[in-house]
């Protein structure tokens, strides 16, 4: 996954011109989670420098939003609209803004779910090559060169500080503490202990496999309880009442005459609704669905 900052053509140009900028903006205590998360983000960008892209951006957007606000007012020749301009460019901004300073929060996220969704893949492919015969250190780097998304990239960490001269159980306890998601630290932490103890490594990663395909089954059962109530009522809200409601306003416009206009405009109303509500069930699925799936 590649760190790119929402609304910004190239973080790297955006970091260049804040450079100098960045260096002498002090930042309080509320940005010290954003330090963290931006380490995890795979980014040299430092909290002043995207603090100071942000505030920069939220300028620029601002200006913007009130020209094209001002712009299309004139157009519909609207001035007494005029005063709208103002708030209008201020909530746009706004919600870049919001976007922005969010978003090494969500990459993480979304990171810590495809290092999940990859991990029983990736486990499995660490085990067949331990059963053939391939050194631990050849396997990893094996993993880090194989398409297994932020998996392969996390592993390439530690096989980068391994080629360095850091010991192989340092490299993988340090990815660990490092890692957001439960189930690879658990991985890694029994990689680790298992290196230090001597143990048979193929042992090992297949008990981590057993444990996490227990887990998957145990998140799908729970999809699954969640998913009904959620189906039952995407039926209700937008297919029954919908079908029902349509059928309903055409007889009744037709016993009160209600004009075409208006009667489109209810039509297009309720589909704009109805879309609307596929977009936010469609979310909901997407949110609930497992991290191991």
Known sequence: MEFRIPFCFSA?????????????????????????????????????????????????NFILFLLLAFLAILVLKRLDMLILALPIALLASGFVYFKQMNYPRVYVNAKTRDIERNLIPALQDMIVQLDSGVPLYDMLVNIANSDYGSVSTEISKAVKDIASGTPQVEAIENLAKESESQFFRRVLWQISNGMKAGSDMTIVLKNSLHGLEEEQSIQLMSYGSRLNPIVM???????????????FLTIVFSMLNISASIAKMIFFAIFVFVAVLQFVFIGIIKTRRPSLL
Request: hydrophobic share 40%.
């Open 12 to 60: 790297e140009k955006a970091r260049k011109r804040v450079k100098r900028i960045a260096t002498k903006l002090r930042l309080g205590k509320k940005y010290e989670k954003l330090a963290g998360l931006l380490k995890k983000c795979d980014t040299d960008i430092t909290p002043e420098e995207y603090v100071t892209i942000c505030r920069r951006s939220f300028f620029l």
């Open 233 to 247: 009522f995407y039926m209700l809200l937008a297919i029954i009442m919908p079908a029902l409601g349509l059928t």
